[in-house]
């Protein structure tokens, strides 16, 4: 969480930052490193704008890849045993998220802790509700409204997985994303 609030820290002190550099009258150039006028661009069609069209076909992915709540494997963060910190791996599952979330402010999402069956219930209810605060957190600091999230925890009255081995009992150290 530390290394989160202090990435957000650098890239906020960063985008304050200002630049002296005139935008409007940086030399465009091509690969050959020719100075290149802004109506004669690339090798594609010009919209008279002072932006050339590609010639590249546009790619369409399926939807339902790009929507984070259809996608199980971007439903999941686990979390090491005992913790609540989220791990660098799933930064791009945050974002995704985040980002499916602030495209459309009718959305809802449950924030679900969970923990593995070691441990006390309500440890591990205080321990999961830790787990779902913390990606909650990750995501308000990405721009999400507060009102679209709920954080909640199960403990470990719901495990993915059912055994004592350490594969079962990494399975069930995590917060799970439910959209309304």
């Given at each position: 969480?530390?290394?989160?609030?202090?990435?957000v820290?650098?890239?906020?002190?960063?985008?304050?930052?200002?630049?002296?550099?005139?935008?409007?009258?940086?030399p465009?150039?091509?690969?050959?490193?020719?100075?290149?006028?802004?109506?004669?661009?690339?090798?594609?069609?010009?919209?008279?704008?002072?932006?050339?069209?590609?010639?590249?076909?546009?790619?369409?992915?399926?939807?339902?890849?790009?929507?984070?709540?259809?996608?199980?494997?971007?439903?999941?963060?686990?979390?090491?045993y005992?913790?609540?910190?989220?791990?660098?791996?799933?930064?791009?599952?945050?974002?995704?998220?985040?980002?499916?979330?602030?495209?459309?402010?009718?959305?809802?999402?449950?924030?679900?802790?969970?923990?593995?069956?070691?441990?006390?219930?309500?440890?591990?209810?205080?321990?999961?509700?830790?787990?779902?605060?913390?990606?909650?957190?990750a995501?308000?600091?990405?721009?999400?409204?507060?009102?679209?999230?709920?954080?909640?925890?199960?403990?470990?009255?719901?495990?993915?997985?059912?055994?004592n081995?350490?594969?079962?009992?990494?399975?069930?150290?995590?917060?799970?994303?439910?959209?309304?």
């Open positions: 969480m530390k290394k989160m609030v202090l990435l820290s650098v890239v906020a002190l960063l985008s304050a930052c200002g630049s002296s550099v005139k935008l409007d009258k940086v465009v150039e091509d690969k050959s490193g020719q100075a290149v006028n802004a109506g004669s661009l690339g090798t594609g069609t010009n919209d008279g704008a002072g932006v050339a069209k590609s010639n590249v076909a546009t790619v369409t992915l399926d939807k339902n890849a790009q929507d984070p709540a259809l996608s199980a494997a971007l439903k999941t963060v686990y979390f090491d005992d913790s609540f910190v989220i791990r660098s791996e799933f930064q791009a599952t945050l974002e995704a998220h985040a980002k499916y979330l602030k495209a459309d402010k009718a959305r809802r999402v449950s924030i679900e802790g969970h923990t593995d069956e070691r441990g006390g219930r309500e440890y591990n209810l205080a321990l999961g509700q830790k787990r779902a605060e913390a990606v909650r957190k995501l308000q600091l990405q721009g999400v409204p507060d009102a679209q999230m709920e954080a909640v925890s199960y403990g470990k009255e719901k495990p993915a997985v059912l055994g081995s350490e594969a079962a009992l990494e399975k069930n150290r995590r917060a799970e994303f439910s959209y309304r």
